[in-house]
């Protein structure tokens, strides 16, 4: 029968998640939110030179 104790103690976390966590949390990730509101912001900056 498998001893799951022993089976976990042997268990050490993957190095490679961990680094890809540090090079998600470390760029800057735009959503579309931020798309929209910067083609918002460019719109109405446009719409005012134009008047």
């Given amino acids: ?3 799951f104790e022993e089976e976990l103690s042997h268990f050490k976390p993957s190095l490679e998640v961990e680094e890809v966590e540090d090079a998600i949390m470390d760029s800057d990730l735009t959503d579309m939110a931020d798309i929209m509101m910067n ?3 460019e719109g109405s900056k446009n719409k005012k030179s134009d008047e």
């Fill in 39 to 41: 083609l918002i912001k």
């Fill in 1 to 3: 029968m498998i001893n």
